[in-house]
């Protein structure tokens, strides 16, 4: 687990820090954007017990906003993209916590998790005496609620949380019997990943009826890309984030990486891309973006 959710962090932190690409040019056909996925709100009668909540947690500003009470949000953390945010201050840079910045919007709750730093930051925020609430890291579809839950009982709105908590259960689709293989690359910074067991977007393609071919053979959350690999996967699609595929030249430079050209996937140009911050956010969109993912698989299917 401490391996899965290490692995898990740095494809995180790599999406975030690596700079970004025109994805214009080079968007496939069946992309998924951030914009395009909307944000399930629920509502309900229930008042937050705090009212000046700054969410630094990995897109926990999106699930205050999606329990309904984005007008408590004074500040956010860096993944939480989603337009309807655009308004509230993001308080990190390069994954660093701004201390100054938070103490100027007078919080009187926290929200961090593992991954949240400086420790000096956080010192300050204890020695300024505001609360501070760990929340734990998603790398899964069930974390999901895990994370949800924990966020709504510490803002005392539980009935919210039960809310947006039916919205993630029962998400199974029907199995198939596609292959799909998670390539994480950044052809720039020379990176090229599959996707295996705890990568994150297993636990998507699975929910989707899907088979992760790289969860079902290889060893480690992310794997050196080789010919060999893929050949060996055979996978009818590849799955993308946006920017990963803009950064090779397209799908057109994608099939010119080795191997790809020799699966079905390369073959057929069958490549699917879901925007970078969303697609392991693991938060309120995660379900929203994974039907729409499923059909765009499925439609890849009929090239």
């Known amino acids: 687990m401490v391996v899965k959710a290490r692995s898990a962090g740095i494809a995180i932190a790599l999406l975030i820090l690596l700079p970004t690409f025109s994805t214009t040019a080079f ?14 709100i629920v509502k309900t009668s229930e008042t937050p017990k ?7 947690a990995n897109g926990s500003a999106e699930i205050v906003a999606a329990l309904g009470y984005k007008n408590i949000l004074v500040g956010r953390d860096i993944a939480s993209t989603m337009p309807e945010l655009k308004d509230i201050p993001i308080d990190e840079s390069a994954m660093q916590v701004s201390a100054e ?24 925020f204890k020695a300024a005496h505001i609360p501070l609430v760990s929340v734990p890291s998603s790398f899964t579809m069930s974390d999901i609620l895990v994370k949800e839950k924990a966020i709504a009982n510490t803002l005392g709105v539980p ?27 950044r052809g720039s910074a020379s990176i090229y990943l599959i996707g295996g ?16 071919v ?19 996967l055979h996978p009818d699609v590849l799955l993308l984030m946006t920017k990963g595929l803009a950064s090779v030249g397209g799908i057109n430079g994608l099939v010119q990486l080795p191997g790809v050209a020799q699966t079905p996937a390369g073959q057929h140009k069958r490549v699917v891309t879901v925007d970078d911050s969303l697609l392991l956010s693991f938060g309120p969109r995660t379900v929203p973006m994974a039907k729409v993912l499923r059909t765009n698989i499925l439609n890849a299917m009929k090239q």
Not at 163 to 185: D, M, N, P
């Open 159 to 185: 009935r919210a949380g039960a809310a947006l908590e039916s919205q993630v259960i029962g998400l199974k689709a029907k199995q198939t019997k596609i292959r799909v293989a998670f390539l994480y690359v």
């Open 27 to 40: 968007a496939s056909v069946s992309d998924i954007s951030a914009t395009q996925i909307s944000l399930p």
């Open 50 to 56: 705090f009212h000046r909540v700054v969410a630094l």
């Open 101 to 124: 910045s938070v103490l100027a919007q007078h919080p009187d709750l926290v929200f961090i998790d593992s991954n949240t730093s400086p420790a000096s930051a956080l010192s300050t």
């Open 214 to 232: 790289g969860a079902q053979t290889l060893k480690n959350p992310f794997n050196a890309m080789t010919a060999e690999e893929l050949v060996q």
């Open 197 to 212: 067991p705890g990568s994150g977007a297993d636990s998507i393609l699975n929910a989707d009826g899907f088979i992760d």
